[in-house]
């Protein structure tokens, strides 16, 4: 779901303060093809306070995971000086599959858990790497000490073995 950033309206300092009327807002469109939109992408506020803020809202739903700068947000109103119309900047607008959604989640709880140091996927597959290198030598460790303890026992008890023999 995407939402405008509220307008707000605030003359210049030169200037009384006087109510915004006639506002329009008209967002640039989305390309069908990729996107549900479910609202709509202009609006008439009719008039609003000087200093107030008021928000257009619409649903957004895409239909793949994609990439796209996405044109302006346009809004023309009318003071007491005259009419005006200004618009935002264009905006970088990415959507995300189910997965890919999940994978950014849980990429920033790690990066929040660990203070920022893995952040990326690549920094948990290097950490991934070198605590499984780390705990494939515990293993190692743990084995060889078997075997040699094992080997003792063994070499021990044919001592005990042959000692028992000769006497």
């Known amino acids: 779901m995407r939402s405008h950033t509220p307008f707000t309206f605030s003359p210049p300092p030169t200037l009384s303060y006087s109510p915004a009327t006639n506002v329009e807002i008209v967002e640039s469109s989305w390309p069908s093809e990729e996107f549900l939109v479910t609202g709509h992408l202009s609006a008439s506020l009719g008039t609003i306070a000087a200093g107030a803020t008021t928000k257009h809202t619409y649903k957004l739903t895409p239909k793949d995971a994609r990439s796209l700068m996405h044109g302006p947000v346009t809004v023309t109103y009318s003071t007491d000086t005259g009419t005006k ?24 709880f790690g990066a929040q858990m660990t203070a920022g140091y893995l952040s990326t996927p690549s920094d948990w597959i290097k950490t991934g790497a070198i605590g499984g290198g780390l705990l494939g030598a515990v293993l190692v460790y743990k084995s060889y000490t078997k075997i040699s303890a094992a080997n003792t026992n063994r070499k021990r008890n044919k001592a005990v073995q042959e000692l028992l023999k000769s006497q």
């Open 85 to 108: 119309t200004t618009s935002s900047k264009e905006i970088f607008f990415r959507s995300y599959t189910i997965v890919e959604f999940g994978k950014q989640k849980a990429l920033e």
